[in-house]
């Protein structure tokens, strides 16, 4: 477990969530009416229902920024990881609501609609507030920092990134560097912290080294439990798109030492 809580800095939050929210906004603006409607990882949704619920989630900032605070109970990044599957009901509503709304045309008119969601997001990133350490957010879950709370805004555009390169494929999503890291530290904390401990070290380079689970802890030397995977890999096995036996077979981790098998600890985050 870190031996305390990683802060990000807002500038560079920021200036990740900006580059991937254009670089996600330069794929949706090369979609084909055949690609709009293909079938993606998650359940029923197409890349349709997939394209706007990154809207809502894009856009949640900018429609939500001047909303009084209400009081509602702290809320850390952990906690939100860990919470966030309660809302699947409610987010595939949004999703299908929004779809209805303004994803169902043509690949014009729903890159029309991604573009506002973009550009909504964009001018909001350049209000002073949002640079403000000290500033707090509102979500339903709970009050976090803001800056905390666009760290989840890139983890569900570094997410949702993936999940519409697997559903269009072969070709990778072209991911901001510092979003990734950003995610992959994110999620690794968030493990840390659930599965507390120091018996296995979990390596995801070059962004992240973690101890976690019980037992013996490492101080010095080779640690006898080792899990080493990169991050992309991590990322997929956190939300659960990626089984542990799968990364293992497909050599894209590798884990030694008895404790190492985390399988049972995972997914983070449905």
């Not at 809580?5 to 200036?15: C, G, L, N």
């Not at 101080?219 to 890999?233: F, H, I, M, Q, S």
């Amino acid at each position: 477990m870190p031996a305390k809580s990683r802060t990000y800095q807002p500038a560079k939050v920021r200036a990740a969530l900006s580059a991937q929210s254009e670089a996600l906004r330069a794929a949706v603006h090369l979609l084909t009416a055949a690609e709009l409607d293909r079938p993606t990882r998650l359940g029923e949704w197409r890349v349709r229902e997939l394209l706007a619920h990154l809207a809502v989630q894009i856009a949640w900032l900018p429609a939500h920024l001047d909303d009084p605070l209400e009081g509602r109970p702290p809320l850390d990044l952990p906690q939100w990881t860990a919470r966030l599957g309660a809302l699947a009901p409610l987010l595939d509503e949004q999703a299908r609501a929004r779809t209805a709304e303004e994803f169902a045309g043509d690949p014009a008119s729903v890159a029309a609609a991604f573009d506002r969601a973009v550009e909504a997001l964009l001018a909001a990133l350049r209000r002073p507030e949002t640079a403000d350490p000290a500033r707090r957010f509102e979500i339903r879950l709970g009050s976090m920092p803001l800056t905390e709370f666009l760290v989840t805004r890139l983890v569900e555009t570094v997410v949702h990134a993936d999940d519409l390169a697997e559903a269009l494929g072969p070709e990778p999503f072209p991911h901001d560097r510092q979003a990734v890291a950003a995610v992959t530290r994110m999620l690794a904390d968030a493990f840390a912290e659930r599965v507390p401990g120091g018996a296995v070290e979990l390596r995801v380079p070059p962004y992240a080294v973690v101890q976690a689970v019980e037992g013996p802890r490492h101080t010095r030397g080779t640690p006898p439990n080792v899990v080493e995977t990169d991050p992309l890999t991590w990322i997929r096995l956190a939300t659960g798109r990626t089984g542990w036996a799968d990364a293992a077979e497909g050599a894209a981790l590798s884990a030694s030492g008895e404790r190492s098998d985390l399988r049972a600890h995972l997914p983070l985050l449905g």
